[in-house]
């Protein structure tokens, strides 16, 4: 989670997961890269989450059904509660995942 340029300057002000802010930085403290580069760009991160977490969704549920045995409606529940827990991080690891994608790594832009 930090530029995707230098990869020294952080993508949001505040690294604590679950303080449950959105809050993002507008670009970069060491580079000045814009981190809201047009209106929108973050639509992509919205898909690119929905195929990363529905794949995790499928491996924790198939992981509690097959491995631990548990039963389905159950292991629903927990991924329910999972994912409730985590989505945040899961907000900025898409947005992360995102704009690495879309930007190219610079070691000498200062
Ligand atoms: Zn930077």
Same mark, same amino acid.
């Given at each position: 989670?930090?530029?995707?340029?230098?990869?020294?300057?952080?993508?949001?002000?505040? +690294?604590?997961?679950?303080?449950?802010?959105? *809050?993002?930085?507008?670009?970069?403290?060491?580079?000045?890269?814009?981190?809201?580069?047009?209106?929108?760009? %973050? %639509?992509?991160?919205?898909?690119?989450? %929905?195929?990363?977490?529905?794949?995790?969704?499928?491996?924790?549920?198939?992981?509690?059904?097959?491995?631990? *045995?548990?039963?389905?409606?159950?292991?629903?529940?927990?991924?329910?509660?999972?994912?409730?827990?985590?989505?945040?991080? +899961?907000?900025?690891?898409?947005?992360?995942?995102?704009?690495?994608?879309?930007?190219?790594?610079?070691? *000498?832009? *200062?």
């Amino acid at each position: 989670m930090t530029c995707p340029a230098c990869r020294t300057g952080k993508l949001f002000p505040n +690294q604590n997961m679950f303080d449950y802010s959105f *809050k993002m930085n507008s670009s970069c403290s060491h580079c000045n890269e814009d981190f809201e580069r047009e209106p929108g760009f %973050y %639509y992509g991160a919205m898909f690119l989450s %929905y195929v990363m977490f529905g794949i995790l969704s499928l491996i924790v549920v198939g992981t509690l059904i097959l491995l631990f *045995k548990i039963e389905w409606r159950l292991a629903l529940v927990c991924l329910a509660f999972l994912l409730a827990l985590t989505f945040v991080l +899961q907000f900025r690891l898409a947005r992360s995942v995102w704009i690495h994608l879309m930007v190219d790594f610079n070691p *000498k832009k *200062k």
